[in-house]
């Protein structure tokens, strides 16, 4: 069974700092991995996809690597700032299922102070 | 820009009451997801529909819950009898998928919190 995890649970960082938040997967076989935006309350925001072709992908400031074989991916963020304060969640979109849903890690919540 | 649409944003019930979400998926996207979350978790898959039919539904208590997808477009799921332990955030999420594979990003909207007195 595919599980996801993501290292650390929190960050707190100042503002300005360049920042890694790493997610990895028990299961290679998958179609892609995603990268998700949660703000306290609210639904998700999609922030990058990787399809499992790919090494990476870049949108703005976030960058984010993929490496199918040993079952991780980072999220690199850029110069951080307070409106990036959120909790970001790694989703993988698992070969080995029924249907195409994503399964979760629990996600990093990151505090960036002005 | 076209976003998924989900109502009523915060719901609030009594134990063994009956609830109902709606959802209205981005235009076009014939592929529709019923996630929950817990606070602290990651959301967890209830349901998936591609068009009408029901693709995975292998995690969706079915002795209280049920979803329906009747014409394709929008979706309803219902929980009778509500338990304390469905106090969740109820996320649904559409896409695209070509040739069975998840090509496309998934779209969330912006969920339903539930609590259950």
């Known amino acids: 069974k595919q599980e996801v995890t993501q290292i650390p649970a929190a960050l707190s960082v100042p503002e300005g700092e360049n920042l890694v938040l790493n997610c990895s997967f028990t299961d290679s076989a998958i179609y892609n991995l995603q990268w998700f935006r949660q703000d306290p309350g609210k639904g998700l925001t999609s922030l990058l996809l990787?399809?499992?072709?790919?090494r990476e992908q870049t949108s703005g400031r976030l960058n984010a690597s993929l490496d199918k074989s040993s079952g991780r991916s980072t999220l690199y963020i850029a110069a951080s700032q307070p409106g990036d304060s959120a909790t970001y969640l790694c989703?993988?979109?698992?070969?080995?299922?029924?249907?195409?849903?994503?399964?979760f890690g629990k996600g990093t919540t990151l505090s960036v102070s002005s | 820009e076209a976003e998924v649409a989900q109502s009523p944003r915060y719901k609030i019930t009594e134990k063994s009451q009956a609830v109902a979400f709606w959802c209205d998926p981005i235009?076009?996207?014939?592929?529709l997801y019923w996630y929950r979350q817990i606070l602290g978790q990651g959301p967890e898959l209830l349901v998936q529909?591609?068009?009408?039919?029901?693709?995975?539904d292998s995690q969706l208590p079915k002795d209280r819950f049920s979803a329906e997808r009747l014409k394709g477009v929008d979706s309803t799921l219902k929980i009778q009898p509500a338990e304390l332990g469905d106090s969740a955030m109820y996320l649904c999420?559409?896409?695209?998928?070509?040739?069975?594979?998840?090509?496309?990003?998934?779209?969330f909207g912006p969920g339903t919190r539930l609590t259950v007195t």
């Open positions: 529909f591609q068009d009408e039919s029901v693709v995975d």
């Open positions: 989703a993988v979109s698992p070969l080995n299922q029924a249907g195409t849903a994503l399964i």
């Open positions: 990787i399809q499992s072709s790919q």
């Open positions: 235009s076009g996207h014939a592929t």
């Open positions: 999420a559409s896409s695209l998928v070509r040739d069975g594979a998840p090509s496309y990003e998934q779209y």
